[in-house]
């Protein structure tokens, strides 16, 4: 079994900032990339960032400038820096990560639970 366990999500006025992140448990054999991606209310899910296990990093560029993305391949944990919040960034926040179990097993998308960031104007 595979968790990924999101938290820091909140409510925040704008130009705010908040602080995501997530742990990943369980059998892992290696990940590759891990990353978040967030779903507005009544939009489809859409990536905000990622970061391959070489820290290479890949932003919306809705965000570019905003926020940061880190991992420690360490402890499988990857965390979402979020400053100069804005209303339009209010949705439900999602982790992912690209990992195979074991030597032989396939790389597979994992996802977290959610966190709702709710920012206020």
């Known amino acids: 079994q595979v968790q990924l366990v999101e938290s820091g999500g909140g409510l925040v006025q704008a130009g705010g900032s908040l602080r995501l992140s997530c742990a990943a448990s369980?059998?892992?054999?290696?990940?590759?990339?891990m990353g978040w991606y967030r779903q507005p209310p009544g939009k489809q899910r859409e990536l905000v960032a990622s970061?391959?296990?070489?820290?290479?990093?890949n932003y919306a560029d809705s965000v570019k400038g905003r926020f940061t993305i880190s991992r420690d391949n360490a402890k499988n944990t990857v965390d979402l820096q979020m400053s100069s919040l804005k209303p339009e960034d209010t949705a439900v926040y999602y982790c992912?990560?690209?990992?195979?179990?074991?030597?032989?097993?396939?790389?597979?998308?994992?996802w977290g639970q959610g966190t709702q960031v709710t920012v206020s104007s």
């Open positions: 992912n990560a690209v990992l195979s179990r074991h030597y032989f097993d396939n790389y597979s998308t994992y």
């Open positions: 369980g059998s892992i054999f290696n990940i590759n990339a």
């Open positions: 970061i391959t296990s070489g820290s290479r990093t």
